[in-house]
């Protein structure tokens, strides 16, 4: 039975900012699927180019791999030879919790290697797909490029990397109508006003929205040829960009 999200559910007295702790792992699966609009979409299609584009004898790598679910994605549909997927997270709760999700998985041999770590500390290397689901908005803008350039340099010839992000608008008028569509999505999901607006205070200081062509110019500054948005529901998208 996946835990209810009830954080935000009573005034708090003082509102600190959002931290990836034992509270929120024990609601995560709750909490992300009832927040992020099309994110079980989004975790099976990491799956389906998982299987397209992870090459013989490489790695995947699952930055801010919280519980681990774009590496499970990964794991049921990758059927190249000698592939190792390598997540990666920095809350030591989330990985405690995912390795005993990875432990009860007996859906394939892929082997996860699971890593407590700042994604801008470990080193990128011989990778066919990199996956970064809703985490690049949570490290500092003026850090993020520095990551991005050495996801690229870490990918081989013809490797991908799948960016998820929530995402901000120059448009007044677009950004308000997409920002309201989605907060009507969570109350559709039964969070009520208070939680909402609690949890977008408490997220205020910590994930960092960017444009769209923000992160497009981002890929192509650190080298990346193209990329493509195949993905949007109201203020989250999704994109693939090759190397
Ligand atoms: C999913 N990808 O289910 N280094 C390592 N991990 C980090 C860092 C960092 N510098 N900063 C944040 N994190 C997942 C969902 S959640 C998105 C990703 C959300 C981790 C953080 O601990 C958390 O587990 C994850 O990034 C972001 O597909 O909750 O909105």
């Not at 394939?108 to 699971?114: D, F, H, N």
């Not at 901000?168 to 920002?179: I, K, M, P, Q």
Request: hydrophobic share 40%; net charge negative; glycine share 4%.
């Amino acid at each position: 039975m996946r835990k209810s999200d009830s954080i935000y559910a009573s005034p708090l007295d003082e509102l600190v900012d959002f931290r990836f702790d034992e509270r929120v792992v024990d609601v995560f699966p709750d909490m992300i699927q009832r927040s992020v609009p099309g994110y079980a979409s989004i975790i099976s299609m990491i799956g389906v180019f998982a299987a397209k584009y992870a090459q013989q004898d490489s790695q995947c790598y699952d930055l801010g791999c919280s519980l681990g679910a774009a590496s499970l994605s990964m794991r049921q549909r990758i059927t190249q030879n000698n592939c190792t997927i390598v997540a990666v997270d920095n809350s030591p709760a989330m990985i405690v919790r995912a390795q005993t999700i990875f432990d009860s998985d007996h859906t394939s041999t892929v082997p996860i290697e699971l890593i407590c770590a700042d994604i801008q500390e470990i080193n990128i290397e011989n990778a066919s797909v990199v996956v970064m689901d809703f985490t690049l908005q949570f490290i500092a803008l003026d850090e993020r490029l520095a990551l991005i350039k050495r996801i690229y340099q870490g990918l081989k010839p013809g490797g991908i990397l799948i960016l998820s992000e929530k995402i901000t608008f120059e448009e007044e008028s677009r950004a308000s109508f997409l920002n309201e569509s989605h907060h009507e999505f969570k109350r559709a999901n039964g969070y009520s006003d208070l939680e909402i607006s609690q949890k977008r205070t408490a997220l205020e200081n910590v994930l960092i929205p960017e444009t769209l062509a923000a992160h497009q110019q981002r890929l192509s500054d650190a080298g990346f040829a193209s990329s493509n948005m195949w993905f949007q529901c109201f203020n989250f998208m999704s994109l693939v960009a090759v190397k």
